[in-house]
C-alpha cells in the first residue's frame, strides 16, 4: 500500500497546521517538526508545545534529534507514553548548526558503532515501553522505530550506505524515509530517486522504505512513483506548507487513476469544519485560500506560546504565499508582520486587493 506522510519541518510540522491538514481529509502519517532529546528532557517552559497530540494524536510520529544516544533514549520512552506511532530518529537534518554539534545526518558519518548504540539504546527503551505497557492489558499500539537519513556525505559510498541502512535494520530500525540527496546537495537538486527503490527492494517484505524530495503535485508524484516502484510511501515536507490540501488532492487522484487507494481516503470528510473549502457538484473542492490562512493564524495563536508567534506565522507565510499572483509582494509584507493581528489583516488586505486570488477548485 502507498502511504502519504507529511514530513517533519521545523517551526511548521506543529499542531496548527496538523489541524489544517486533517480538515482537507489528512494523511497516514505525521512526523513532528525535530525535538532536541536533551531540551525535552529539562520539561522547560516551551517544551510541551511540540508534543501537543490532541489533533489526529494516533497518527503522530514524534522525530527525535540529539548528538548523545543516552538521552535520546531516554525521552523516547517518555514521548512513547505520548501514544502515536513511533519515535523517528533524525539522521537526516544537514543544516551546519545541527551537524556540527553531532545531531542529524552527523549519525551517518561517525564511526558505525557509535550509531549502533544510539540505535540499540532507542529500540530498547521502546521495547521497555511496549512490554510494560502490554503487561498492564493496556491496548496501545505498540510504539514502532524509524529512522530518517540522507545518502550521507559528499564522499558516500553505495556500499557504504547500505551496510548503515542494514546496520539500523539488523538492530530494529521498522521504517526508513529516504531523502536522497547527500549532506551538502540543496532541495533545489534533483533527488536520487534509484536509491530508494534500491533500498525499498532490498528490504521488500521486511520493513517500508518511503521516498522523500520534490514531490509537489500530481505529475511529480506519478514520477516519484514511477521511479521507485518498491517504495511503500511518499512523504511530503514544503509543498504541505505551500498547499496544506495536497494530500487530499493526491489522494483523490490516486483513486481515480487506480493507484492503490490510500488508507487515508477512506475518511474523507464531507464539508470543511472550518469553512476552508466545499465540495463542488463534480466532487472537486472549492477552497477559500484567504481563510486557510486565517485559520493557520488562528491555530498559530491557539497552538504555540506568544514567544514564537511570529517566527511560526512568519515560516508558513515564507511558503503559503508562493501560491498568488504578487507573491513576492504578499510574503514581504507579511515577513514584516510583528503580530498576529497586523498578519491578519495584512493578509485580509491582499484580497480586497486581488480578489481573483481568493478561490480555487482542485
Ligand atoms: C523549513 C524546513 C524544516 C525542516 N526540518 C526538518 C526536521 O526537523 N527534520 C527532518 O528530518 N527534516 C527536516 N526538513 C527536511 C524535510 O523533511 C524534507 O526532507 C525536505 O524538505 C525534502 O522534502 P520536500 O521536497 O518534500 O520538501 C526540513 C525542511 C524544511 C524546508
Redesign the pocket.
Known sequence: MNKLLA???????HQGLRKIYEDFGGCDEY????INASSYLTHGQFESYYTLNEIAGDKIVW?L?GKDSEPMARAAKELCALGGIGI?L????S?PEIVKTGA?IAWMIKPIEETKRLVCEVRNAIDSYNSQTSAKGNVHKKQRLSV?L?LGDENFTEAGFFKFCDMLVENGVEQL?L?P?TRKEK?ARP?RYHYVEDLAKRFENKIPVIL?????DKESYDFAIKSSPASSGV???????QKPWIFRELTEYTTVSDIEKKSCSNILPKSSECGMWEKTEDSKIRIDRLQVGLEYINNVRLYQPREFYETRMQ?FFA?YCDNFSFGHYIKSKMLNCKTLEDAEATFKSYFDQIPDDRFITV
Do not use: F
Not at 7 to 13: D, F, I, K, V, Y
Not at 212 to 216: D, L, P
Not at 235 to 241: H, K
Open positions: 514530513g517533519p519541518m521545523a517551526t511548521l510540522s512526523y513532528t517538526e525535530m522525530q534529534t523517528d533524525n539522521m537526516g537534518c543544516a542529524g530518517k540522507r524515509v531523502h540527496r532541495l533527488p522523500n524530495g520534490n514531490v509537489k512523504m511530503l515536507a514544503r509543498i504541505s506548507a515560516r511558503y
